[in-house]
């Protein structure tokens, strides 16, 4: 049986129940998944300090896949603390329609929001010039524009979609000019996959209007992250989705890859048994697929979906399950559709 060292980053809150969600599907794949806990609650932060991070990061360096816990941002925010050690430069964002959730959007939606996850306007708080006036630096690197390119077109590869790249590059002609000249660049690389560019204005009117000709789409941090948090609005919710960030060496090829499910600590729940496992069950299909479980992925992923649009779901989404009556759903459907494969 194949083994996997994933480093398991603890966090607050309803952390310790979705890593226990987690541990259950863990054990019956068809491959061991040893996992590397390191705990980041915000009382082990406080004890330890910084020397913390460089234990999380050399582990993570030595695994290379991580999953993480959402964790209280009280004096630090440990999500970017780890962006900016381990220097993840794309965010992979998936976001498709659930079967069973409540929507105002009633249309299928199936993409991938892959950004660069480093500069745009973000890396800089900008200056006051005068009472009146602030401006701020806008970043667009070449390097984690042609990883972030490269993995979008991987990614449709894998799903048989097209590309699209995204930004507003008739005004922010130097900036968004060059990204687009590099997404332009890297889709030569991959004639057979349908790619086209959009400004961001009119895709995002697109979107809503012809879903269905969306698949991958790559963009420039800021625009990623306005389109992500919009995409889950249309399926219905901003917490039921999971990200991957990833570093890359300087051939281009993954260095690093950490997954998080979206969604906060939720404290008011932590403890109860009353937590949604979705999204962090979403990041380890996510972590199988990365590490080339694939149909161990598929079969997490579509046993997740299955249990919630027969009904067998949560409170936060209608349901009256507790988060191991879920959990138990999930793994009864796994089981059958890993012994199916
Ligand atoms: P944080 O400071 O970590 O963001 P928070 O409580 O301010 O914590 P969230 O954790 O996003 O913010 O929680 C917002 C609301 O959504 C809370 O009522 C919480 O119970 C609920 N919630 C968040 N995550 C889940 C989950 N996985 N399952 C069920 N309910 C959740």
């Keep these: 049986m194949k083994t996997y060292k994933v480093v398991e980053l603890l966090g607050d809150g309803i952390s310790p129940e979705l890593s ?15 996992f590397v806990p390191v705990d980041l609650s915000l009382e082990h932060r406080t004890q330890r300090g910084l020397p913390l991070y460089d234990e999380a990061e050399a582990l993570m360096r030595l695994h290379k896949v991580a999953l993480k816990y959402p964790t209280a941002t009280k ?4 999500n970017a603390i780890l962006r900016d050690r ?46 009146d006036t602030a401006v701020s630096l806008r970043v667009i690197e070449r390097t984690p524009a042609r990883h972030a390119s490269r993995f979008a077109f991987k990614l449709a590869m894998l799903r048989h979609g097209g590309v699209v790249s995204t930004s507003k590059y008739t005004i922010q002609a130097q900036t968004d000019g060059l990204f687009e000249e590099v997404a332009g660049h890297v889709a030569e690389d991959y004639p057979g996959i349908p790619y086209r560019r959009e400004l961001f204005d009119s895709l995002l009117a697109n979107l809503i209007m012809k879903p269905e000709k969306y698949q991958v789409i790559v963009c420039p941090n800021e625009y990623g992250d306005f389109l992500s948090d919009m995409a889950c609005g249309l399926i219905g919710s901003v917490g039921l989705g999971d990200s991957s960030n990833y570093s890359f060496d300087d051939d281009g090829a993954i260095t690093l890859a950490m997954f998080d499910p979206a969604g906060g600590t939720a404290p008011d729940i932590a403890g109860k048994d009353l937590c949604n496992p979705f999204a962090a069950l979403f990041a380890f299909s996510s972590l199988l697929r990365h590490v080339g479980e694939v149909d161990a ?21 209608g349901g009256r399950l507790k988060c191991s009556e879920f959990v138990t759903a999930v793994t009864a459907r796994m089981r059958s559709a890993l012994a199916s494969v």
Excluded: M
Aim: aromatic letters at 4%; a negative charge.
């Design 75 to 78: 004096n630090e925010s440990p």
């Design 297 to 317: 992925a598929k079969a997490l992923k579509s046993s997740v979906l299955d249990a919630v649009s027969s009904g067998e779901k949560t409170a936060d989404i």
């Design 86 to 131: 381990c220097e993840f430069s794309v965010i992979h964002r998936p976001v498709c329609s659930i079967p069973g959730i409540r929507t105002n959007f009633t249309q299928k939606l199936d993409i991938d929001v892959v950004r660069i996850g480093t500069g745009g306007t973000y890396e800089d708080a900008g200056r006051r010039i005068g009472p």
């Design 20 to 34: 226990q969600s987690v541990h259950a599907i863990a054990e019956i794949l068809p491959c061991r998944i040893e």
